[in-house]
């Protein structure tokens, strides 16, 4: 991702107001706005025309900055019903595309007499198709992206694709843009029951902010009434140095 080197300018006032705002937009928006917070120097509208999986790869690496690499989730069997605890690394979510072109360069794919022109898909992509009045979504999305189809050299509307060729756009856009979806390889131990499971890392980094931002709330109230501070002037305050004057109440 753009600028992997430096650090997401984020600190404990700007994540928490971040929170507030995200309650009331939509995941893909809440995305675009902590990404546009951690990295200033591109906006929201900037990152929305980032691929899907470039957006991610900011998310993976910006949960890494605030809670560290480790994670851990749980999953239930389709099969038995077994519930599954993982603990997993923010390494073992990363990927890398083979294309070294880029996310928004033009990709071609020739197949059955079709030559089809497309790019991967952005949020802001998601963002048109996810309105009430777009009734189909995966079309909708089709023409977002390809801007060029031909049969035998003469242009024809992309509704016209078969679907085979439709699948195949579909997955060259997977293999190209791999952190869009990633999956997991699951082994039931109960039954042995294989399958995989999708990792959202919006809305499990987006959990995290939520539990993480209502047990600060609960800190300041705390040492707000214990010692008559600001909130301002709690959150100027480091963790470590919170977590002792909790300490110290008996918090």
């Not at 802001?124 to 009430?132: C, R, T, V, W």
């Not at 509307?157 to 999956?183: G, I, N, T």
């Not at 800190?219 to 480091?238: K, R």
């Amino acid at each position: 991702m753009e600028n992997e080197e430096s650090a997401p300018a984020l600190d404990s006032a700007t994540l928490l107001t971040i929170w507030e705002c995200g309650i009331s937009q939509t995941p893909i928006r809440r995305a675009l706005t902590l990404l546009s917070a951690a990295w200033p120097e591109k906006s929201a509208d900037g990152w929305a025309q980032a691929s899907v999986g470039k957006r991610d790869a900011g998310l993976l690496r910006l949960r890494e900055e605030l809670f560290g690499s480790r994670l851990e989730a749980t999953a239930r069997c389709p099969k038995c019903g077994e519930e599954l605890e993982l603990t997993l690394s923010t390494g073992d979510l990363r990927f890398q595309a083979a294309d070294p072109r880029g996310p928004d360069e033009n990709r071609f794919l020739e197949a059955d007499g079709y030559r089809v022109r497309y790019r991967l898909p952005t949020s802001a992509d998601l963002l048109e198709i996810a309105e009430p009045a777009v009734a189909n979504k995966r079309q909708e999305l089709l023409k977002r992206c390809i801007d060029l189809t031909q049969r035998e050299g003469l242009t024809i509307d992309p509704a016209e694709l078969p679907e085979e060729v439709v699948s195949r756009v579909a997955d060259e856009m997977a293999q190209a843009d791999p952190q869009a979806e990633v999956r997991i390889a699951l082994v039931c131990p109960a039954c042995q029951g294989r399958w995989e499971m999708v990792f959202d890392i919006l809305s499990y980094l987006w959990n995290e902010i939520e539990d993480w931002a209502r047990r600060l709330l609960m800190e300041i109230h705390t040492l707000a009434a214990a010692y008559g501070w600001s909130e301002s002037q709690i959150l100027g305050m480091s963790a470590r140095r919170r977590r002792i004057y909790l300490e110290i109440l008996g918090a």
